[in-house]
Nanobody, 122 residues
C-alpha cells in the first residue's frame, strides 16, 4: 500500500501562484508514475500533469506553460508549481501514484490522495 498526503491548496487571486505538494509513504519503491488530477464542480476529473520515475513529464494543454510538475525521489514527494492561475483552474486537486507493472498480478495499482482545494478568484 501507498499513502499520499497533499498540501498547499488555498485561495489565490487570478494571476497568482501556488505550489502543491504530495508526499508518499508506504511501498514507495513500487511507485512509477505520479500525477496530479483535478475536478471542478459539475465536471469530470481530468489529468493535469504526470511525471515518471525517470522524470518524463506530460501536461494537459490547458496548463502547458503555466504549471510545472517535479519530483524529489529522495523525499518521495511530487510538486505542482502553478503560475498565472486563472479562475477556471479552481478545482479539487488530487495526487495519484501508479505502481510499476506487477507481473504476478498482471496489473498496475493506483493510489489516490484525499485532495486539496484550489480556488482562484477573479
Amino acid at each position: 500500500q501507498v499513502q499520499l498526503a497533499e498540501s498547499g491548496g488555498g485561495l489565490v487571486q487570478a494571476g497568482g501562484s501556488l505550489r502543491l505538494s504530495c508526499a508518499a509513504s508506504g511501498r514507495i519503491f513500487s511507485i512509477n508514475t505520479m500525477a496530479w488530477y483535478r475536478q471542478a464542480p459539475g465536471k469530470q476529473r481530468e489529468l493535469v500533469a504526470d511525471i515518471t520515475s525517470t522524470g518524463s513529464t506530460n501536461y494537459a494543454d490547458s496548463v502547458k506553460g503555466r504549471f510545472i510538475i517535479s519530483r524529489d525521489n529522495a523525499k518521495n514527494t511530487v510538486y505542482l508549481q502553478m503560475n498565472s492561475l486563472k479562475p477556471e483552474d479552481t478545482a479539487v486537486y488530487c495526487c495519484k501514484a501508479q505502481s510499476f507493472y506487477d507481473l504476478a498480478a498482471h496489473r498496475r495499482y493506483d493510489y489516490w490522495g484525499q485532495g486539496t482545494q484550489v480556488t482562484v478568484s477573479s
